[in-house]
């Protein structure tokens, strides 16, 4: 069974430009979460989709948005980039959405906001 | 509100030496805590969970976590470091009945040959 995979793996942009990141879950899995992950912050929870619905948001601003499409694929997008946005960007996938739930993480993007 | 501590930065061991990573939680109820581990450049993987039950759970590569409510800990033990357990620790709880997880802030496992 495939992992959860990450595209793009890296990516470069500058301020003010917008990005998107795109997830897909592991086969079956119909919840997928999205953290930020950076030396200053460590790792915080942005927001989780299942069923197409985002069921939680993190405290981050509006800037930041999601999607779930109907085979659970998920992208991310960042709008109106700012310098302090650069971080690994991990995707989390699991069966169901629950605080007992095993997750499992794709290995990221890392996005650098120059 | 609920957070998770660990207290030490980064540790260094020799290799064969026992281990034992610190977490401390804060939370109301009974917590799911869990442990990740995440290498450079990859994503964070599962070790062990607990939820319930038997307060010395079992996880992967040889590791183990006690539970303990009187200290609102839960830490990471291998009897035995191998090279290979180099990389950085996560602890963390489940909240709100989602993935929204708090994780600690890491611990940096370094391992002496």
């Known amino acids: 069974k495939a992992g959860v995979t990450q595209t793009p793996r890296y990516l470069i942009k500058t301020r003010g430009q917008q990005v998107t990141l795109s997830c897909s879950p592991i086969?079956?899995?119909?919840?997928v979460s999205w953290y930020q992950q950076t030396p200053g912050q460590g790792l915080q929870f942005l927001f989780e989709?299942?069923?197409?619905?985002?069921?939680n948001k993190g405290n981050f601003p509006g800037r930041f948005s999601g999607r779930q499409f109907s085979n659970s694929r998920s992208e991310m997008n960042v709008s109106t980039l700012e310098l302090g946005d650069s971080a690994l960007y991990l995707c989390?996938?699991?069966?169901?959405?629950?605080?007992?739930?095993?997750?499992?993480f794709g290995s990221g993007t890392q996005l650098s906001v120059l | 509100a609920q957070s998770v501590t660990q207290p030490d930065i980064h540790i260094t061991v020799s290799e064969g030496a026992s281990l034992e990573l610190r977490c401390n939680y804060s939370?109301?109820?009974?917590?799911?805590l869990f442990w990740y581990v995440q290498s450079p450049g990859q994503g964070l993987q599962l070790l062990l969970k607990?939820?319930?039950?038997?307060?010395l759970v079992q996880g992967i590569k040889g590791f183990e976590a006690e539970f303990k409510r009187s200290q609102s800990s839960f830490n990471l033990r291998k009897p035995s470091v191998h090279w290979s357990d180099a990389a950085e620790y996560f602890c963390?709880?489940?909240?709100?009945?989602?993935?929204?997880?708090?994780f600690g802030a890491g611990t940096r496992l370094t391992v002496k040959p």
């Open positions: 989390a996938s699991s069966l169901v959405a629950a605080a007992n739930e095993k997750l499992f």
């Open positions: 086969s079956g899995h119909r919840s």
């Open positions: 989709y299942f069923s197409e619905t985002q069921r």
């Open positions: 939370y109301g109820a009974t917590p799911y």
């Open positions: 607990y939820f319930s039950g038997d307060t």
């Open positions: 963390a709880v489940g909240v709100n009945n989602n993935n929204d997880m708090r």
